[in-house]
């Protein structure tokens, strides 16, 4: 009976109720702007469906990721996050929740590029001229990032261990407001995604030193950026990847249709348009499909695990 209940209920779901999408950093930044994209992507699909953005920021997303985990299972609240899925399970300590058994996976969205920045008034004009910079100023730089956990904190440890410099760090509720700071100087250094640093970049309000993907970029903004590995950082790569999850226990029918709804967003021309604008890549491999989702996070806390570790020293 119950599974026809939520059969009947899936075919009508969402119906006219509202879907809240948690988004675990502070809005206007990278992980919002993919969240807000997705939600207008996912509209049709669902039916017409109202799908609002709750920006829950805190601990490296932790903070919104249990909000999720203690919704009720009824596919009306979802959470959009990133790679701090993987890293969570390492940085965050007492976290109420398992990332590999409290959610539904429902599929990867995109992977997306991370850029290193100063603040405008960096006298450096390149990366050698960067690096020399760091050398001089060791014990004086100021780094920010999105919390521990956070992608940026992410790439700030594997940044501060391949430089063998100690950064202090500088912690936001997002990389929003990180960016808004560094732009009027009060941090000096910051590792963020495409989707967030593009726009700035291209107004010239902060100045790009690399990226940090294996290969360049293509975009006409930042196919001319050196990657990391160019740049002499040996085996240094990051990519930011974002998928969509709603609480364990919510009905199979209706994670199916959430998933369905995911599959068609991904196709969207518009979305895709605005997406790879930012230089992010839409998903379209087997990690759009639950069971390669969740196979994909478990290889992704596996590798980042005994990285984190080794960099350890900068993780609080
Ligand atoms: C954000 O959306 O603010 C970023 O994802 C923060 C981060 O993870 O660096």
């Given amino acids: ?91 965050v300590r007492n976290v109420p929740f398992k990332v590999e058994t409290d959610f539904e996976y429902l599929g990867i969205v995109n992977d997306v590029p991370m850029t290193l920045i100063s603040r405008p008034t960096m006298a450096a004009n390149n990366y050698k001229e960067l690096s020399a910079w760091i050398a001089a100023n060791k014990g004086k730089i100021n780094l920010g990032n999105a919390g521990v956990g956070s992608a940026s904190h992410l790439c700030g440890l594997l940044f501060q261990s391949a430089t063998k410099t100690e950064m202090t760090p500088v912690p936001y509720k997002g990389t929003a407001p990180a960016i808004t700071d560094l732009m009027g100087g009060q941090i000096d250094l910051l590792c963020d995604q495409t989707t967030n640093t593009s726009p700035q970049i291209e107004a010239k309000k902060v100045k790009a030193f690399a990226v940090t993907t294996s290969k360049r970029l293509t975009t006409p903004l930042l196919k001319d950026l050196p990657t990391l590995q160019e740049a002499g950082l040996k085996d240094f790569q990051v ?10 226990g919510t009905p199979p029918a209706i994670a199916k249709k959430l998933n369905e709804a995911l599959k068609t967003a991904l196709k969207d021309p518009e979305f895709i348009r605005k997406q790879e604008g930012l230089g992010a890549v839409v998903a379209s491999d087997g990690r759009i ?8 996070v ?19």
């Fill in 298 to 316: 478990q290889a992704e806390i596996a590798k980042w695990s005994p990285i984190i570790k080794a960099a350890g020293v900068y993780a609080d």
């Fill in 1 to 91: 009976i119950a599974a026809a209940v939520a059969g009947v209920h899936a075919q009508d779901f969402p119906g006219s109720k509202t879907i809240t999408m948690v988004v675990p950093f502070a809005a206007g930044g990278p992980t919002d702007r993919v969240a807000r994209d997705l939600a207008e992507a996912l509209r049709k699909p669902l039916g017409g469906a109202t799908i609002v953005v709750d920006n829950v920021p805190g601990a490296g997303s932790s903070i919104g990721a249990a909000k999720v985990a203690r919704a009720a299972p009824d596919g009306y609240t979802l959470l959009l996050n990133h790679i701090g899925m993987s890293t969570i399970p390492t940085l």
């Fill in 239 to 248: 990519t930011i990847w974002h998928g969509l999850y709603a609480p364990k």
């Fill in 289 to 296: 499909e639950p069971e390669g989702h969740k196979k994909f």
